[in-house]
C-alpha cells in the first residue's frame, strides 16, 4: 500500500493542531528569550503551500519538510533573540516569502536546504 502525498491543508493541520505543533513550540522556545512570536494565518498558509510545493517537485519527505522550512525561517530571529529584549514579532506571508522564497526557486539549493 503506497501513501498518499500531504496535502496544504494536511500541513496546516500539522503545523497548529498537535499539542506539540511545530509553531507552539517556536511560539514557547522564543518566549523563553521574551520574545512573543505570533503567526498570522496567511503565514501558515504560505509554509503550508511551500512545503507541499518542494515535496512535489522534489525527494517528498512528507512533513519532515516542514521542520527544515521552519528552521530556515525563523533561524535569524532564534540566532537574535537573546539580545532583543522584550519585543512582538509577527510572521505574515511576506515574511515567510522574504525567507524562503530564493532557496525554493533555486532547486540546487533548496534540495541542500529544505
Do not use: C
Request: no cysteine; proline share 3%; charged share 30%.
Amino acid at each position: 500500500m503506497e501513501l498518499e502525498p500531504l496535502t496544504t491543508d494536511d500541513f496546516i493541520k500539522i503545523l497548529t493542531q498537535p499539542r506539540n505543533a511545530l509553531i507552539k513550540q517556536y511560539v514557547e522556545l522564543l518566549s523563553t528569550e521574551n520574545v512573543d512570536l505570533i503567526f498570522s494565518d496567511d503565514a501558515i498558509q504560505e509554509i503550508a503551500e511551500t512545503a507541499h510545493t518542494v515535496n512535489e517537485s522534489m525527494e517528498n519527505i512528507g512533513a519532515r519538510r516542514l521542520h527544515t522550512i521552519m528552521e530556515r525561517m525563523l533561524d535569524e530571529i532564534s540566532f537574535n533573540a537573546p539580545d532583543m529584549g522584550h519585543e512582538k514579532i509577527t510572521i505574515d506571508a511576506k515574511y515567510v516569502k522574504e525567507k524562503i522564497a530564493d532557496i525554493v526557486k533555486d532547486r540546487d539549493l533548496s534540495r541542500y536546504i529544505l
